[in-house]
Structures are given as structure tokens and as C-alpha cells.
């Protein structure tokens, strides 16, 4: 019966911590209708707004797929970012740049495109912008967007109703924002972070596994003398 005592303390280790490691798909709106697209250019900056849902965790941003994305004029300059959101409800603008996604700065070819990023935390209960943007030039990207605000993903992160589509026409130094509901079709993927007390469950299933193993060899019963 003792030696069936580590596997389970491993089991406890390994049920603790798969919540740190998994990325999983919590908004994606790609099914929804084809409505129109927005020109993304050096001088018209476009952004889109979500809702990262009520959490304990918070959220390390892995990828985000842009659906139906081509170019009206080629040049290149074309990056995805996340910005934060400022303001009060009903009136939210936004905010400051959190990070730029690595994907292709020329997506010129019809078609969905993919951006990743290892280093964007995105906080629970909390608003976004996703913003494209180009950053010299005259290149012209056309990106869609859907007059539905519907998320595929059961409990998933939300796309607001309205305060859902922005613009800057100086390059992110203001923006306009429109009361309506025009979101990018798009999805994401993210890995929820653990809280301290989850780490900490985990660390001491570790701690209590590595003394169970040191115990069992102190104590191995010896051979008997000849």
C-alpha cells in the first residue's frame, strides 16, 4: 500500500497545474456574416473593442486571428496591437498602447490572418482595443467587420453592444468613437494565469511528493544477515 503513495502525490501535482499551461479559444466571432470592411491606412488607424469576462485568473494573450483581411494597395507597415481602455461606461475611448502582435505587416492576399504574442496580459473584467493600424505610406488594408456582436464560445469573453468601433486619424493621437456596434469577425486565444493560492497548492504537493520520496529510501527495509 506505501508504494502507491507517490503516484497518487504526482497526481495531485499534475491536477494542479495544467492551469497555468493551456491556451484556449475564449472569443470567436468568425462565423458571423461578412457585413462590410474598414480601410486601415497611415492615416486612418481602426480599432475594436472586447471584454475580457468576470475571472479569478488573469489572462497572457497567445494569438488573434483577423478573418477576411486584404489589401486595396500593398506597401506594408500593417501591425495589430492591443491598447487599454480608458474612460467611463458608455463613453470608453482608448487608452494606451499594452503591446504590438508579431504576424505579417503586409497582408495582401485575401484571407485570414494570424498574430501571436507571448507577452500581453490582459486583466479580468476588464475592457480592450484591438487596433490596426499602418505605420508610414500608402498602403490601404481593407479588414471586416460584422454588424453582430454574437461570440461563438459558450462563457466566453464578450464584444460589447455599443462603444464597439474607433478611429484615430492622426495616428493614435485622438479618436473618434461610434456609438453603434461594427466589430472586427476575429478570435483569440489566451492562457489564464493562475492566482498565488493555486501556485501555492501546487508548490506544497511538489514539496510533500519530494519528502515522501526521500522518506520511502530512508526507511527501504534491509535484506536480512546471512
Do not use: H
Not at 11 to 26: D, I, Q
Request: hydrophobic share 35%; aromatic share 12%; net charge neutral.
Amino acid at each position: 500500500m506505501k508504494t502507491k503513495r507517490i503516484p497518487i502525490m504526482a497526481l495531485v501535482v499534475s491536477c494542479a497545474l495544467p492551469l497555468a499551461g493551456w491556451a484556449t479559444l475564449y472569443l470567436d466571432n468568425l462565423a458571423q456574416p461578412y457585413s462590410y470592411y474598414a480601410d486601415v491606412k497611415s492615416n486612418k488607424w481602426v480599432a475594436s473593442r472586447f471584454s475580457v469576462n468576470d475571472s479569478s485568473a488573469a489572462f497572457r494573450l497567445d494569438s488573434l486571428t483577423l478573418g477576411t483581411v486584404y489589401a486595396a494597395k500593398s506597401g506594408g507597415d500593417f501591425s495589430v496591437s492591443i491598447y487599454n481602455c480608458s474612460g467611463t461606461p458608455g463613453s470608453e475611448t482608448v487608452g494606451g498602447l499594452l503591446g504590438t502582435l508579431a504576424g505579417s505587416a503586409n497582408p495582401d492576399s485575401l484571407g485570414q490572418y494570424t498574430y501571436t504574442s507571448g507577452a500581453i496580459t490582459l486583466q479580468a473584467d476588464t475592457s480592450y482595443w484591438l487596433v490596426t493600424s499602418v505605420a508610414a505610406g500608402g498602403a490601404d488594408y481593407r479588414v471586416s467587420y460584422t454588424y453582430d456582436t454574437a461570440n461563438s464560445v459558450p462563457g466566453g469573453w464578450v464584444i460589447p453592444t455599443s462603444q464597439t468601433y474607433s478611429w484615430s486619424l492622426d495616428q493614435g493621437t485622438t479618436w473618434g468613437i461610434s456609438g453603434d456596434y461594427w466589430p472586427y469577425r476575429y478570435q483569440i486565444e489566451a492562457t489564464a494565469i493562475p492566482e498565488p493560492s493555486t501556485v501555492g497548492i501546487a508548490g506544497v504537493s511538489l514539496a510533500v511528493l519530494l519528502t515522501a520520496r526521500k522518506l520511502r529510501k530512508l526507511f527501504r527495509p534491509r535484506p536480512p544477515c546471512g
